[in-house]
């Protein structure tokens, strides 16, 4: 039966690459027409795979409709939480988990430091959006021209000496971003808060969420934390993994360079 099933499900990724006759899949499986006939009426009888009139076979609507439910009923909180409460457990320092809905960006979890000095961020509040290194990693995953004008539109409050203070500036940032695949805020909303943040992606490679951890200066210095990076990013790519089953390659290496 294991080898049945075996059989059946290798037929899948074959056509996932293109409709294929009943003798390539035989010749792919290494069985008789007739065993792989048999392995194809029942896929075809459960819609995952379609029989098109010049007698080639196709994947399914069917495979397509579950693999968007599939999609649809991930819930990225759920499947990041036990990560980053193992991360803060290890480093002790605050860690944030944040999404991009409807031109926001939000955080949707939050791990507390173990340190007396806290942060006041909260779940479903939004984030400084122009200073945040997990606001930066989600805008910069955006189309070219959605990126565009999404920052265009946005306020450019001065909330520190460093923080982005216009359109311009934040595309060019973004950039950096999106080349790197990691992102920080060094006191861009707060003079005494720094932050490192990496990518969460889904099966297609996009993001679909960001996580961060931060700290005061006076817990850990900038340069401390961004000797965690490393880290936070084994997370978030542990993290990815577990949401799309698909493993997603690092940005490209190098020693971190400040990107606000």
Not at 13 to 37: F, I, N, W
Not at 190 to 203: D, L, Q, W
Request: aromatic share 4%.
């Amino acid at each position: 039966m294991s080898q049945t099933v075996d059989r059946a499900l290798s037929i899948l990724p074959l056509l996932a690459q293109g409709p294929a006759d009943l003798g390539q899949v035989a010749e792919r499986l290494g069985v008789h027409k007739s065993t792989a006939l048999r392995l194809l009426r029942t896929l075809n009888e459960h819609g995952l795979v379609y029989r098109q009139q010049d007698q080639r076979y196709r994947l399914g609507a069917r495979l397509f409709a579950l693999a968007q439910e599939a999609v649809e009923n991930l819930d990225v909180r759920e499947i990041a939480h036990p990560h980053l409460v193992a991360l803060n457990e290890r480093i002790g320092h605050t860690v944030h988990l944040a999404v991009y809905e409807e031109s926001e960006v939000l955080y949707i979890d939050k791990v507390e430091s173990r340190y007396p000095v806290r942060m006041y961020s909260r779940i479903g509040k939004p984030v400084a959006i122009t200073v945040a290194a997990v606001a930066k990693l989600l805008l910069a995953d955006l189309p070219e021209p959605e990126r565009r004008a999404v920052a265009e539109k946005l306020d450019y409050p001065m909330y520190t000496s460093r923080s982005t203070p216009n359109a311009a500036a934040f595309l060019k940032e973004l950039a950096v971003v999106r080349e790197q695949g990691w992102a920080t805020d060094l006191g861009g909303h707060e003079e005494s808060i720094n932050c490192v943040a990496a990518p969460i992606r889904g099966a297609d490679g996009r993001a679909v969420a960001a996580m961060s951890v931060s700290a005061p200066n006076v817990v850990v210095t900038r340069d401390e934390l961004l000797t965690l990076l490393p880290l936070v990013r084994r997370t978030a790519e542990a993290v990815s993994r577990e949401y799309s089953g698909t493993a997603h390659p690092s940005a490209k290496p190098g020693a971190p360079k400040e990107a606000r």
